[in-house]
């Protein structure tokens, strides 16, 4: 079954300290898609990233960057240089594409940038 | 339209009230999806349609809940006889399966049952 886990909670860091968001998945199916998304106290929720499971490369965007690993199912996601806007829910999601297109989501970790 | 549009936006029923939850998706969408999101929890998914078929129902909690999407497009989530337990935000998505940023989401429904 498929499944997404966010074991941090909640987690509070000071303005321009680096933080890591962990995620680990399970699916039973060799293609799927991870997403993360941010939900700021507003409620929408963001498109951060979508990475397809052949796809293993790093990447980068600006200050954010996302580790995939297949062999530990892991898709962690790293703020550098984090800023007070940076405030928000971080969810991990999965979706199984060879069976349908819905998301599944993690619990969220709450990131809190103090000042 | 631009993005995915939910109304209302903050609905207050009294328990044993249907509401109904309006979605409109981007245009040309096939596929629209339903979540519940309870307070300081992640998104649970309630149903998905692709086109105006509904294709999986197995996250809608009891059958007081009941959607629709009659020609396509338009979705709407009705509640029968809400409880407290119902309160939530309820989250409308879309896709089409080629777009490089998946699922666009609505603004939400946030749903009080007093």
């Known amino acids: 079954a498929q499944k997404v886990t966010q074991a941090q909670t909640e987690i509070s860091v000071v303005e321009k300290e680096d933080v890591t968001l962990d995620c680990v998945y399970e699916t039973r199916d060799t293609t799927y898609y991870l997403f993360w998304y941010k939900q700021p106290p507003s409620g929408e929720l963001v498109f951060l990233i979508r990475?397809?499971?052949?796809?293993?490369q790093n990447e980068i965007s600006g200050r954010y960057s996302w580790n995939f690993q297949k062999s530990t199912s892991s898709f962690n996601f790293t703020i550098t240089a984090s800023q007070v806007v940076d405030s928000a829910v971080y969810f991990c999601?999965?979706?199984?594409?060879?069976?349908?297109?819905?998301?599944?989501f993690g619990k969220g970790t709450r990131l809190h940038i103090l000042p | 339209g631009a993005g995915v549009s939910q109304s209302p936006r903050y609905k207050v029923a009294k328990r044993g009230q249907d509401v109904a939850l309006r979605c409109d998706p981007i245009s040309g969408h096939v596929s629209l999806f339903w979540y519940q999101q309870a307070l300081g929890q992640g998104p649970e998914f309630l149903t998905y349609?692709?086109?105006?078929?509904?294709?999986?129902k197995s996250g809608l909690p009891s059958d007081r809940f009941f959607a629709e999407r009659p020609e396509g497009s338009v979705s709407t989530l009705k509640i029968q006889r809400t409880q407290q337990e119902d309160s939530a935000v309820y989250l409308c998505?879309?896709?089409?399966?080629?777009?490089?940023?998946?699922?666009?989401f609505g603004s939400g429904t946030r749903l009080t049952v007093v």
């Open positions: 999601a999965l979706s199984e594409a060879e069976r349908d297109d819905k998301i599944i």
């Open positions: 349609f692709q086109n105006e078929a509904q294709l999986d």
């Open positions: 990475r397809n499971s052949f796809d293993e």
């Open positions: 998505a879309s896709t089409d399966r080629s777009s490089f940023y998946g699922y666009t």
